[in-house]
């Protein structure tokens, strides 16, 4: 039985004691699932039992178990409400315990929109399990279920075949409920990890270096003598400091006085873009081939371009924070990570434990967006812990975060296309640059500097996605990817990983020709739709978004585009995400400062297709946030680095989106029951660039082919 | 250790800290257990960690806890409960203006500041008000609706 803790242990880690509200509750319910006063956690964690998803209480309430984790994105009420609608219960029986090692099934890591196709689907298929066996002992829906199987588990193998609720009798799924999280989040009842506390717990913070690969030299610890109790851990180049005082430790970490080696390995972030087109490359990879025996009809225009991306941050609003408490027994880790039980594993090997005496319990952050600093911070939390004997709480402090966090990667592409006389697509052909993924996990900072053996894979997701347009061309679009060996920067999965700045190359390459071929952007990709599969859902989105835009029909750009000072545009972009997913089109009206190269974005459409719609109220607050938060990345943001160093630190260096930037936004959601439910954590990110920039164009007459397009950058372009 | 007084939600209390320009964040998070009040930055930056002193928006992780002696520090938790929200709080709630949450006890405590000056901003005047106030999920438009719902006393 992996990670059973006792209840002893339990009891030591603070896991009853003094740990918030909620998952006390959490820990409780666990306990009384196995009606032994949590003697002994041993409930199943095996994906393929019921049991592992689903404990249903003496009272009728019901605890769901789930791997993946909420982030801020509204799985926790959409979760409950697939579980409730299959077992016929109110959501509001229902709890849940997420991302708990000792506790919830490994569903994998919660990215790639996979929260509710994997975990949801998951926990669905358990509870119609479940409900299959509870009606042979008599249920109906509404009927008392704790009085049939209440405190007792169901030993039972989740039946694939278990029949689901019919989509059109659904009662539950499909209804906008109320986020269970948001009303302790407005009343200072938020269970972040950032409140919670240990008992006899000291506060950590790690001293990064002043350059990457710099070594430590020496340490004068006398430069911090009077601050209050502070114990300074230094393991090989790994320095932190440790205080019962949180502000102690703030401080100690700000004035402890340390010398490091010179470094100086870095490119700089102001030619990342030659450095990244000379880098040496890995391998090629053709990832759609362009059939060879098809011959191209003569292109009237031949047009090609460049398009580049720069590293980006998560920049959560929160600083990643961890809590650690390394025992002689085992080691129990509080973490914000999207990743627990991969965490737990890469911990275990790491500090020499047997995974059975590792347990990480998720506990939300701020929204991390992917690999953000969460799980660095968990493995400075141990580091510590284990030199100290404490338990220890890990928080970042701003310019760690900002400066430390893995990035989104850099992308750079190269596109080409001919247009025929007649405005058809041909020889369309895309080249990608893009960091190699490389076997194993991502190193964790504070590991390396500590010098302890550990993997280093990288791996910033599946960025190479979206590569081709969607619309008929001739012959087939061929895209190839030129995989880098080497990136200057620690890089990770950053939400949408490399659809948001493929598509931004795609779409806006797709509006070039367009306006090439002198005709209206919308009408342009529906002939190619329609000459291309015809797909009722593609054309559905785009005429949608078209629409709610008020869509007039002309080429770009604007002929009228002058408006008191302003220039004027709208631009459209359309996606299906990973070429397989959920179809989005997006329709934008900008208005350009000339002088002040500022661009203002006035209106969003946004027309979404994820086929069933779990949860049409969270969906959208997530479909806002992608557009609004992708307005950020394409208006504002790049890391920036010299040779040594991220310097673009903290809000100033890098900034994002304020609220008089904030634009209207109508989101409309083609909601399609019968069909299986797509992922909706990220794919309206990945239109929006691309309508930007081709609204700028379409307000200017401007090209804008690289992000972000700041301010200065608006005024260059346009002067 | 040195030692001072102010008002938290209405409350009179006494703190100590071993360094008088200690951040009153901490203070609040740490001594009295208030957990609205967030760390986003420790730079002015962010507003996560907005407070009310004597009605005004203030940043508390820049304010040295003595310059809170005497003062009236208003947090989230004094504001309201799950159950019993106040104004700004509801409308939130309605709006489900919230991601992770993360920066909402600034948002919240922002818009009590201009409400409290302005009951009936325009759209514009609650923009520029909430300027200084970052979003990292992008919930700006729901937060601007329950802003404008509390100011129509509608919760
Ligand atoms: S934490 Fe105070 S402004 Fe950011
Ligand atoms: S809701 Fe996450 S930062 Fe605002």
């Known amino acids: 039985m992996p990670a059973a803790l006792s209840r002893r242990e339990l009891f030591q880690t603070g896991g009853a004691l003094v740990i918030g509200f909620s998952l006390r509750v959490k820990l409780s319910r666990a306990q009384a699932t196995h009606g032994d006063g949590g003697a002994a956690l041993t409930k199943p964690l095996d994906p393929s039992e ?11 309430s019901v605890t769901v178990y789930t791997g993946k984790v909420d982030v801020g994105t509204g799985l926790r009420i959409a979760v409950r409400q697939m579980a409730a609608e299959e077992l016929g219960i109110p959501v509001e029986r229902i709890a849940l315990v997420e991302g708990d090692t000792g506790l919830s099934p490994d569903q994998g890591g919660t990215g790639g929109s996979t929260g509710l196709t994997r975990g949801g689907a998951e926990v669905r298929q358990a509870a119609a399990t479940a409900r299959q066996a509870l009606e042979k002992l008599g249920y109906r829906p509404g009927g008392d279920i704790g009085s049939l199987i209440g405190g007792r588990r169901f030993n039972l ?68 003598r009077a601050i209050p109790d502070v114990r300074v851990v230094r393991v090989a180049n790994f320095l932190g400091v440790t205080a019962p005082d949180e502000w102690a ?90 990743g627990t039980h991969g965490l737990r594993v890469s911990l275990a090997k790491i500090f020499g434990l047997p995974e059975a005496k590792v347990r990480v319990i998720y506990l939300e952050g ?134 948001i700045a493929n598509i931004f190359a795609v779409e806006s390459f797709t509006d070039e020709l367009a306006a090439a071929a002198g005709v209206d952007p919308v009408a342009f990709r529906l002939r190619g739709l329609r000459e291309r599969g015809n797909d009722p859902r593609a054309l559905a989105a785009v005429e949608r978004a078209a629409q709610m835009i008020g869509w007039q029909p002309r080429p770009s750009p604007n002929p009228k585009a002058a408006q008191g000072g302003l220039l004027v545009g709208r631009g459209f972009a359309y996606m299906r995400y990973k070429q397989a997913e959920n179809y989005v089109a ?14 203002m974005v006035r209106r969003v459409a946004c027309a979404h297709d994820c086929a069933l719609v779990v949860n049409p109220d969270a969906l959208r607050n997530q479909i806002e946030g992608c557009i609004l938060q992708t307005l950020s990345r394409t208006l504002h943001e790049e890391v920036k680095f010299d040779h040594s160093r991220v310097t673009s630190v903290d809000w ?49 007459g401007v090209r804008l082919r690289r992000v972000p397009f700041t301010v200065q950058r608006v005024k260059a372009a346009l002067a | 250790m040195p030692a001072f007084g102010f008002q938290l939600n209405g409350r009179p209390v006494t703190v100590d ?37 004597d009605g005004q928006a203030t940043r508390s992780c820049l304010l040295p806890v003595k310059s809170a002696a005497g003062h009236a520090v208003t947090t989230l938790e004094g504001l309201g409960t799950p159950e019993k929200p106040d104004v700004v709080q509801a409308a939130f709630i ?62």
Not at chain 1, 215 to 221: A, I, P, Q, Y
Not at chain 1, 295 to 319: I, R
């Open chain 2, 94 to 155: 309605a709006e489900q203006a919230a991601q992770c949450g993360y920066c909402t006890n600034g948002m919240i405590m922002a818009a009590k500041a201009l409400l409290a000056k302005t009951p009936h901003p325009s759209l514009d005047q609650a923009k520029q008000a909430l300027a200084g106030n970052l979003c990292r999920c992008g919930t700006h438009t729901r937060i601007l609706r329950a802003v404008m719902r509390a100011a129509e006393g509608r919760a």
């Open chain 1, 586 to 599: 997006m329709a934008m009206e900008v208005a350009v400062d000339r002088a002040a190269g500022s661009v």
């Open chain 1, 157 to 224: 193998k989740v039946d694939p075949k278990a029949p689901l609720q019919d989509p059109a009798n659904y009662q539950v799924v499909g209804k906008p409920l109320p986020r269970p999280d948001i009303p302790g989040k407005c009343t200072a009842k938020g269970n972040y990890i950032q409140d919670f506390s240990l008992p006899g717990m000291l506060h950590g913070r790690v001293v990064r270096p002043p350059a990457a690969g710099a070594k430590l030299l020496s340490v004068d610890e006398s430069s911090i």
């Open chain 1, 249 to 338: 430790a703030v401080r100690a970490a700000r004035e402890l006085k340390a010398s490091w080696s010179d470094w100086q390995g870095l490119p700089g972030s102001e030619d990342l873009e030659r450095h990244v087109r000379e880098s040496p490359v890995e391998r090629d990879q053709v990832l759609t081939k362009a059939d060879a025996d098809v011959v191209a009809p003569a292109a009237a225009k031949q047009l090609s371009a460049t398009y580049f991306w720069p590293n980006q941050s998560h920049a959560s609003l929160g600083p990643s924070c961890a809590l650690a408490d390394m025992r002689p027994d085992g080691l129990t880790v509080w973490s914000s990570s999207q």
């Open chain 1, 652 to 700: 100033g260096g890098y900034p994002i989106l304020r609220f008089p930037e904030a634009p209207s936004i109508e989101v409309a959601l083609l909601n399609h029951p019968e069909l299986p439910l797509l992922g909706a954590g990220e794919a309206a990110t990945a239109p929006v660039a691309a309508a930007l920039g081709n609204a700028i164009f379409d307000a200017t």
């Open chain 2, 17 to 53: 800290s071993w360094d008088p320009a200690q951040p009153l964040l901490y203070v609040l998070r740490n001594t009295l257990g208030q957990h609205g009040p967030k760390f986003g930055c420790g730079l002015g930056q962010c507003g996560a960690c907005t407070v009310l002193l």
């Open chain 1, 366 to 499: 701020a929204g991390s967006y992917g690999g953000n600093g969460n799980d660095d911070a968990a493995a400075d939390a141990v580091l510590l812990s284990q030199a100290v004997s404490r338990p220890v709480r890990v928080q970042w402090m701003r310019q760690d975060e900002h400066g430390w966090d893995p990035k989104g990667p850099q992308q750079l592409l190269d596109l080409k296309a001919g247009i025929t006389e007649d405005g058809r697509i041909v020889n369309w052909e895309t080249q990608m640059w893009l960091p190699a993924a490389t076997a194993g996990t991502r190193p964790f900072l504070g590991i390396d500097a500590a010098g302890l053996a550990q993997p280093h894979g990288q791996n910033a997701g599946q960025i190479a996605q979206n590569g081709d347009p969607p619309y008929a061309a001739t012959p087939s679009p061929k895209v190839t990817v030129h995989w880098i060996k080497q990136t200057p920067l620690r890089i990770s999965n950053l939400r949408a990983p490399g659809k």
């Open chain 1, 50 to 60: 019921v049991d592992s998803f689903l404990a249903i209480h003496a009272d009728g």
